[in-house]
T-cell receptor, first 115, second 113 residues
């Protein structure tokens, strides 16, 4: 009954360090997404993937890279962390749906602090 | 581009009070509309949705009607409970594929005894 699992849940980084957030889903969903949540700004899409081996930029992609080597995993990387990347990161997945009626399933979030 | 505007929070209500959280949107074409809820320390989960004009989504006593003429999708509940305390996000998914959602900024609801 795992659904969408994110690791790590919490991380503190120094400016310039790198890290990778891992998202895993066990629902055989085609689509996966990375969002960031900041106070007063709601959720903003960073990158997304419509299938294994594919990725695309969302609304705020700068400073992040992603990879989708396996269908069930979607990795979000920060090559050189900046304080502006302090945020709560949410991964989500959805099944392939006709039109745009698909429900997104979210992980519990990863809180990242960059000092 | 697409956008969603929600009323600012926090909204504080007494238990059994009537709830309305306003949501308006801007989008091309015919978007689907959603309300997601985020309980403390958790990820978002779908509360209800509507995929075409005049559709009413409902779940757990919450309702919202897709009004194309006013580009609105207001969330309502007749009698709130303390357990409804959460952050509520209005969102849209526009034509173009990928099920990408555009979210509003969220409205925090606090229900007190």
């Amino acid at each position: 009954n795992a659904g969408v699992t994110q690791t790590p849940k919490f991380r503190v980084l120094k400016t310039g360090q790198s890290m990778t957030l891992l998202c895993a889903q066990d629902m055989n969903h085609e689509y996966m997404y990375w969002y960031r949540q900041d106070p007063g700004m709601g959720l903003r899409l960073i990158h997304y993937s419509v299938g294994e081996g594919t990725t695309a930029k969302g609304e705020v992609p700068d400073g992040y890279n992603v990879s989708r080597l396996k269908k069930q995993n979607f990795l979000l990387g920060l090559e050189s962390a900046a304080p502006s990347q302090t945020s709560v990161y949410f991964c989500a997945s959805s099944r392939l749906a006709g039109g745009h009626t698909g429900e997104l399933f979210f992980g519990e979030g990863s809180r990242l602090t960059v000092l | 581009g697409n956008s969603v505007t929600q009323m600012e929070g926090p909204v504080t209500l007494s238990e059994e009070a009537f709830l309305t959280i306003n949501c308006t949107y801007t989008a091309t074409g015919y978007p689907s509309l959603f309300w997601y809820v985020q309980y403390p320390g958790e990820g978002l989960q779908l509360l209800l949705k509507a995929t075409k004009a005049d559709d009413k989504g409902s779940n757990k006593g919450f309702e919202a009607t897709y009004r194309k003429e006013t580009t609105s999708f207001h969330l309502e509940k007749g009698s709130v409970q303390v357990s409804d305390s959460a952050v509520y996000f209005c969102a849209l998914s526009a034509t173009g594929g990928g099920n990408k959602l555009t979210f509003g900024t969220g409205t925090q609801l606090k229900v007190e005894l």
